[in-house]
């Protein structure tokens, strides 16, 4: 059977709510990875500790047009029938064992200068955790500052360049 995604058409991204199951559809993976009428809801969460520094990684993972470049957001799809919280809390757990932490919402990432962007739309938190244990596919594992990350920004993903962004501009 077809892996089963969270979607949003993507004319109504502006309006998603991450709370809401409102706009929303399930789109096998395939499929939505080259539909770009689909953005693909991301949990994308920047993970910090009580010393106020941040995770940051090279990328690895599922997605190969991205590997190689830094990162500071954790996340990845919601699979068929769960929710949006249910389905960050396994992929914080899957990518760096995180099971308790405080969740801060930041706002949406949706993004259209890749072909990556073009299919996906963040939903920016920030996660407060002192046990994290980042695994395998997050490659070469750092804490750093908000200074240090933001002299890496450069080196970032673009999506990683706008968590900074939010990180450093909340509303």
Known sequence: MEELILCVPTNKAYAYKYDSKIGTCWVPH??????????QVIPYCAVRR??????????KGNE?????????GVGGHID???????????????EAAIMNCGKSYLGKIELSDTEVDKVHLGIAFIVDTDE????EELREPKW????EASELEAEMEPWSQELLWLIKNPF
């Open 30 to 39: 395939k499929e939505a990875d080259i539909d770009e009428s689909f953005r």
């Open 50 to 59: 009580d010393d106020g520094k941040i995770l940051s990684y090279r990328r």
């Open 64 to 72: 190969s047009r991205l590997h190689g470049l830094l990162s500071i």
């Open 80 to 94: 068929a029938g769960e929710e949006f919280m249910e389905g960050m809390d396994r992929e914080l757990y899957e």
């Open 132 to 135: 994290a244990e980042p695994k």
């Open 144 to 147: 750093v500052t908000l200074d």
